[in-house]
């Protein structure tokens, strides 16, 4: 400063000039290094530096975030309409005996609606059941008005009445759709089906002979001495406990299933786990899998099956490699629990089928490895306590939410609020011995850490399972305005209270 004043009185110059000068050197810094560092932040994960600013990582986390999935629909304007039915049946379940369910167009399994990518559903919707129920889209991100939720996004669906869903999914992948009103029962009953939503590009890269396709409901059962569906539902030993847990384990309502293929062949294998409490982690043994999709959404890249997981609400696509000679039977174990059991089996014969190799698409996931340090926007505390109509709640944060109490959301008041289009990041802590697969609706979420040490997960879920005592960090753009519940998807802690909703402005 002083050499400058000096300089300005030696050479006479006038101030004016001076600042001009200035202003020409400032522009040019400018222009020369700050704005490669905003492109920079843009482009590339935050730096080591930015750490202590949480309105710049939470910034470079929507940078990175930017165009990871679609904001909004692209509707073609074809519009898919299809007639659900739900009531009571007889139906073929388990080794092919009929069996009293409640079952939508009387299939257990529900219809499995396919779509393309742009088309828009329209679900004329009837209940024939003896009681109030709606449909819920699970994992699909469409309008809040279409969600399913009694009480919050639509009245509840009394016996007799209809109601029409209509929207166009911004997703393509593996999604289902169940009830919202007494899921522990109705869903346990029967209720549930498979929404595919296919990207016409991918189709057709996946289509035979690249793969072809096959849809696993996993789920399980407790039947009673006679044979018939325990109709004890939500009881204390289920509420002590992950849920109820039946006796029965079936793939698309039979025990035991065999499915064929070739040598050669390759499997697009989508699975759902539409439990209330139940955890599969499938064990192909000799047959070569990688996941390739997770609740729906493409992984960066493929990852081999060993160990993953699909608690109750998830989903995991498999690209499943028929060995060129492979022949016979192969077993398909569920590993999760104490003892590896046998759910299905793929057995192998026939003509070799030779398959291209192209790979199935790839999903978008942000790096969000530096939001690790920046404080939730809120946490949940998961614990329960004695009381309430069941003898047990569980709780989210000391409070209860139930569907089935008409006084319970009298205001619609959303404990929780997240502004749309920003970074947040939510806090789950599992105060209790038990398991919870957290679900959120109308929202993507990545797992950011576990008990406080970053891992990088890299795929997008809907549902992550916390263990007993963890605690989960998980990271989000929430899009979509309204109100979204969030719940544990052990239909029976959720019964019992486990829900709450989440307020996206
Ligand atoms: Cu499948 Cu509210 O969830
Ligand atoms: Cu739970």
């Not at 779509?115 to 059941?129: A, D, I, M």
């Not at 174990?333 to 026939?350: D, M």
């Not at 289009?421 to 806090?427: I, L, N």
């Not at 406080?452 to 997960?457: C, Q, Y």
Request: with cysteine.
């Amino acid at each position: 400063m002083g050499k400058q004043r000096r300089a300005r009185q030696r050479s006479g110059l006038h101030d004016r000039w001076l600042l001009t000068a200035a202003g020409v050197v400032g522009a040019l810094a400018t222009i020369v290094v700050y704005q490669p560092i905003q492109q920079w932040l843009g482009a590339a994960p935050c730096s080591e530096a930015s750490r202590n600013d949480t309105d710049l990582v939470r910034q470079c986390m929507a940078a990175a975030f930017d165009g990871a999935y679609p904001t909004e629909a692209s509707p073609t304007g074809s519009v898919r309409e299809f007639e659900i039915i739900a009531a009571s049946a007889a139906v073929e379940l388990f080794d092919g005996r009929p069996f009293d369910a409640w079952a939508y167009n009387g299939q257990v399994p529900g219809p499995t609606l396919r779509v393309k990518l742009g088309e828009t559903l329209k679900v004329h919707f009837r209940n024939e059941l003896p009681q109030s129920t709606t449909i819920h889209w699970h994992g699909i991100r469409l309008p809040n008005s279409m969600d399913g939720v009694p009480g919050v996004t639509q009245p509840p669906v009394p016996p007799g009445g209809t109601f029409e869903y209509e929207f166009t999914p911004k997703d393509a992948g593996t999604f289902w759709y169940h009830p919202h009103i007494r899921s522990s029962e109705q869903v346990e009953r029967g209720l549930f089906g498979v929404l595919i939503v296919e990207d016409a590009a991918a189709a057709a890269r996946a289509a035979p002979p690249r793969a072809r396709e096959l849809v696993w409901v996993l789920d399980d059962w407790l039947i009673d001495s006679t044979g018939q569906l325990d109709t004890h539902f939500v009881t204390r030993h289920d509420l002590a406990h992950d849920g109820r847990w039946g006796n029965v384990v079936t793939v698309n309502g039979l025990t035991r299933p065999v499915f064929e293929a070739r040598p050669g062949e390759r499997l697009r294998l989508r699975t759902v786990d539409v439990a209330n409490g139940r955890v599969f982690s499938l064990d192909f043994g000799a047959l070569p899998a990688t996941v390739i999709a997770q609740d729906g959404m493409y992984l960066p890249s493929p990852i081999a099956s060993e160990g993953s997981e699909l608690a109750p609400g998830n989903r995991l696509d498999f690209d499943i490699e028929i060995p060129a000679d492979a022949s016979g039977k192969y077993p398909v174990l569920n590993r999760f629990g104490r003892t590896p059991t046998e759910i299905a089996s793929v057995v192998v014969r026939g003509e070799q089928v030779v398959t291209s190799i192209e790979p199935f698409p790839v999903g978008r996931v942000p790096d969000w490895s530096h939001a690790a340090g920046l404080p939730p926007d809120f946490v949940l505390a998961l614990n329960a306590r004695l009381g309430g109509p069941f003898g047990v709640e569980w709780t989210i944060n000391n409070q209860v939410m139930r569907h089935d109490d008409p006084f319970s959301h009298r205001h619609e008041e959303a404990p929780y609020k997240l502004h749309a289009g920003r970074f947040s990041k939510m806090r789950f802590v599992n105060e209790s011995a038990r398991l919870h697969p957290m679900h959120i609706h109308g929202q993507f979420f990545q797992v950011l850490a576990r008990n406080g040490v970053p891992v990088s997960e890299r795929r997008w879920r809907d549902t992550v399972l916390l263990r007993p005592r963890e605690t989960v960090d998980v990271g989000m753009v929430p899009i979509d305005p309204g109100k979204w519940m969030l719940h544990c998807h052990i239909l029976e802690h959720a019964d019992s209270g486990m829900m709450t909703l989440v307020e996206v402005q």
